[in-house]
């Protein structure tokens, strides 16, 4: 039994002398498999970044000691990370005196209805991002951020410094739009009573932003 043992591997290794040495005379460096598949040059398209994002916002805006009226602007955004962001924005509305009126003869104002604009240059910080869920198969990314910054106020023939804080809530609708909703607390002061003094202006609006 041993001898037929020993016998069978003894063919075994004389069965594989050949391809041993025909392996052992190849090159080191030589490819064994050569594959038959034609390269190609491929040209990686260019994705658009989405880093800047331009918005059309309407609402209403609260003027301290004169009432509400109703607001437009527009915001144009750069997305410096996930995290950060700064934005331009300008914002109009128009400012009645007539509840003065009522009490003053002539009002504050020369005519009834004075133009109120603001610019600023603010910077946000994402501080909450997440989602929202339209029934089982769609979720929409969502952000809740931090904002405040500097600018100017033209109103009454006054250009007043003005620092604005507030916060905001995105909500991305589809591949390039979102739908935003900010609230501003815009600070500057004025001397239309008779005596200089801090205001606080709360400006809310709602918009549409595209991203490019």
Known sequence: MRTRTFVTTLLALLSALPAWAQSSARPADEQVVVP???????????????????????????????????VGGLKLGYHLSEDFFVEAAVAS?????????QILPGGVFVDEKERLT??????GYNVLPG???LGSNRALATAFYLIGGVG?????????????I??????LAFD????????RDHIFSIDLLGRRETTQNIELTAGLAWYF
Not at 118 to 123: A, D, I
Request: hydrophobic share 40%; no cysteine; net charge positive.
């Open 36 to 70: 038959e598949v034609a390269r190609r040059d491929v040209k990686l398209p260019r994705f658009p970044s989405k880093d800047w994002s331009i918005a059309l916002v309407g609402g209403s805006w609260s003027t301290q000691n004169f009432g509400s009226s109703a």
């Open 93 to 101: 509305t128009n400012v009645s005196d007539h509840s003065f009126r």
């Open 118 to 123: 603001t610019y600023n240059l603010s910077v």
């Open 131 to 133: 989602e929202v869920f």
């Open 152 to 164: 100017s106020t033209r109103f009454v023939d006054q250009r007043r410094q003005t620092v604005n």
């Open 166 to 171: 507030g916060f905001g809530w995105r909500v």
């Open 176 to 183: 390039r739009a979102a739908i935003q909703l900010d609230v």
